[in-house]
């Protein structure tokens, strides 16, 4: 099994490199893969913001866990301190926003600006996201980094999910398009 195995790996690695001989693949293959994740999941987050009412941006579902506005800060903020690392910028503090915003429209706002920050981020080809940065202490590639982002992202919608859900809404990934 193992060899059939061992054979199989190599006959579909011997595909793809011929495949990749006749088609090349765009400069930002890799990059435009983890962008389409991370667009899906900001635009969630960035919806649910938007329909979540305001006076139910200060509900959380246990005391021991973030407001509802407090996860929009939080991802808000954690783009810019990732997406900065992923594109070589100084970096900032992960909870400036969750400390300074807290109405609905600020929120949103910041919500939105960091989609844009990180939309330059997620701009950069293959090459340059072969490049190393230090992020929470360690050595990473920059695609390792916009990756982890998008992953976050999804982390805390499925935390939005939740809090739409007590709140008797329906979550964006769940509604008809």
């Given at each position: 099994?193992?060899?059939?195995?061992?054979?199989?790996?190599?006959?579909?690695?011997?595909?793809?490199?011929?495949?990749?001989?006749?088609?090349?693949?765009?400069?930002?293959?890799?990059?435009?893969?983890?962008?389409?994740?991370?667009?899906?999941?900001?635009?969630?987050?960035?919806?649910?913001?938007?329909?979540?009412?305001?006076?139910?941006?200060?509900?959380?579902?246990?005391?021991?866990v973030?407001?509802?506005?407090?996860?929009?800060?939080?991802?808000?903020?954690?783009?810019?301190?990732?997406?900065?690392?992923?594109?070589?910028?100084?970096?900032?503090?992960?909870?400036?926003?969750?400390?300074?915003?807290?109405?609905?429209?600020?929120?949103?706002?910041?919500?939105?600006?960091?989609?844009?920050?990180?939309?330059?981020?997620?701009?950069?080809?293959?090459?340059?996201?072969?490049?190393?940065?230090?992020?929470?202490?360690?050595?990473?590639?920059?695609l390792?980094?916009?990756?982890l982002?998008?992953?976050?992202?999804?982390?805390?919608?499925?935390?939005?999910?939740?809090?739409?859900?007590?709140?008797?809404?329906?979550?964006?990934?769940?509604?008809?398009?």
């Amino acid at each position: 099994m193992k060899r059939f195995t061992g054979v199989a790996l190599l006959l579909v690695l011997s595909a793809c490199a011929l495949h990749a001989q006749n088609h090349p693949l765009p400069s930002d293959y890799a990059v435009g893969t983890a962008r389409a994740l991370w667009q899906v999941q900001s635009g969630y987050v960035t919806q649910a913001a938007e329909d979540m009412p305001e006076a139910k941006y200060s509900y959380k579902p246990t005391p021991d866990v973030r407001t509802f506005g407090q996860l929009i800060a939080h991802v808000a903020g954690s783009q810019y301190m990732i997406c900065a690392a992923a594109i070589g910028d100084s970096a900032r503090a992960e909870d400036d926003i969750e400390k300074s915003k807290t109405s609905k429209a600020d929120l949103v706002a910041a919500m939105r600006a960091s989609n844009e920050y990180c939309a330059r981020a997620y701009r950069q080809t293959d090459n340059a996201s072969a490049l190393t940065v230090k992020l929470f202490g360690q050595e990473r590639t920059r695609l390792n980094v916009l990756i982890l982002n998008a992953t976050h992202d999804a982390e805390h919608y499925g935390n939005l999910v939740t809090y739409l859900r007590l709140n008797g809404m329906v979550p964006p990934s769940s509604k008809r398009q």
